[in-house]
């Protein structure tokens, strides 16, 4: 089944009915580790299983959704950008990508992109757009591009002439090396004009104990309870930014892209494991 608008399906099933508790899935753990309350039992013990070996797993995932927010102010203030295409949305929670930009600028336009059945239970949330922007949900995969660049509800949404902001966070590392996540963003990207940003998040090894770096790939090989999450390192995930320039600081800790005004101390690198970058398509 699939979702060709919000709030219409292709097929006789409903979201909910596509919703399997008992298998732990990654918005949902996600949504565990923040404190939410859409989450079942496989969720919340995948997150307990990922925590004993990883115990700031909810100071990463609690940064990871902090680092969005600045990124998101970032572009619409300083960079002036209008249109955002946010993949792996999420379930929705406080400052969504539309409440940060809108509050910026309220003609900004967001598109949302999740293949979870949960989130687009809750996609309503997700389209309380201000009078004068838009919001959109499209229940796709990443890993098919195609589907997304071609769906009707971006193409209403977003123009392809004017700048996009392309938002790729916490979801680069569910894409493994044999579906070439190299691959689809750059055909993302060449879909968008120049003056177009990427914002992306990603989490890494470098920092992790030997034994936790083994257990995360096993994991990603589909072995262990880390939820098939494909660790890179700075360099593979640098890789994605190729041909853009990249905004300052550069590739840096979730926690300390553009923090100086965060709560003090940050988090340090190896607490979050997770790299962010911003960076423009000239």
Avoid: C
């Avoid at 949302?112 to 201000?130: C, E, F, G, M, Q």
């Avoid at 104990?209 to 939820?227: L, M, N, T, Y």
């Amino acid at each position: 089944m699939t979702t060709d608008a919000p709030g219409t399906t292709s097929g006789p099933a409903s979201p909910s009915d596509r919703i399997d508790t008992s298998v732990a899935h990654p918005a949902r753990r996600y949504n565990y580790w923040l404190g939410g309350k859409d989450n079942f039992q496989a969720d919340r013990d995948s997150g307990d299983m990922v925590a004993a070996s990883f115990p700031t797993i909810r100071t990463a995932a609690l940064e990871n959704r902090r680092f969005l927010q600045r990124a998101v102010r970032h572009l619409a203030r300083e960079a002036g950008i209008r249109q955002f295409l946010d993949i792996g949305t999420g379930i929705p929670t406080a400052d969504n990508t539309h409440e940060v930009a809108q509050a910026v600028a309220p003609e900004s336009r967001v598109v949302y992109v999740d293949n979870d059945p949960i989130v687009l239970a809750h996609a309503r949330a997700l389209l309380t757009s201000s009078p004068e922007g838009a919001t959109a949900y499209i229940d796709a995969d990443l890993r098919d591009p195609e589907r997304i660049l071609r769906h009707p509800d971006l193409l209403r949404t977003i123009d392809p002439s004017r700048p996009v902001a392309l938002m790729l966070v916490a979801i680069l590392h569910f894409v493994g090396d044999d579906d070439d996540p190299y691959a689809v963003v750059t055909r993302l990207l060449d879909a968008l004009p120049p003056g177009s940003f990427l914002a992306a998040s990603h989490a890494t090894h470098d920092y992790l104990p030997p034994q936790v770096a083994q257990e995360a790939k096993e994991a990603a090989r589909g072995d262990g309870p880390h939820g098939l999450i494909n660790l890179r390192t700075r360099a593979e995930f640098t890789r994605f930014f190729a041909g853009l320039e990249l905004v300052e600081p550069g590739i840096t800790s979730v926690a300390e892209w553009r923090a100086e005004d965060a709560p003090q101390p940050r988090p340090t690198a190896a607490e979050v494991s997770m790299y962010a970058g911003v960076a423009r398509k000239p």
